[in-house]
Nanobody, 125 residues
Framework: QVQLVESGGGLVQAGGSLRLSCATSGRPISTYGMGWFRQAPGKEREFVAVLSRSGGSTYYADSVKGRFTISRDNAKNTVYLQMNSLKPEETAVYHC??????????????????WGQGTQVTVSS
């Protein structure tokens, strides 16, 4: 059983930064891809970023390219999402999830099997 616990969310002004963490347990983090998704009230959960199983590839939603960075620490079994220049419209609950597919770099939420409960990010204008 894989468990994911997100942290690092909070209230930040527009233009500010936050770093989210996702601590995993149950399997080594290097055995699957890791993705971040977000869900705003009344909206569908959307893809933000993914780090491939190998750790060699990253993919981002167009809306966050150049501002967000996904990374992982294998020794800590933790994946991070550094978010810079945040915008009010990025207020949402941010979730991490595991992608067990061969490459492990999918932007599709149905590719993911385990999800964390999420951490709230609120960006004030």
């Amino acid at each position: 059983q894989v468990q994911l616990v997100e942290s690092g969310g909070g209230l930040v002004q527009a233009g500010g930064s936050l770093r989210l963490s996702c601590a995993t347990s149950g399997r080594p983090i290097s055995t699957y891809g890791m993705g971040w998704f977000r869900q705003a009230p009344g909206k569908e959960r959307e893809f933000v970023a993914v780090l491939s199983r190998s750790g060699g590839s990253t993919y981002y939603a167009d809306s966050v390219k150049g501002r967000f960075t996904i990374s992982r620490d294998n020794a800590k079994n933790t994946v991070y999402l550094q978010m810079n220049s945040l915008k009010p419209e990025e207020t949402a609950v941010y979730h991490c999830a595991t992608d067990p597919t061969r490459v492990g770099a999918s932007p599709l939420r149905w590719s993911y099997d385990y999800w964390g409960q999420g951490t709230q990010v609120t960006v004030s204008s």
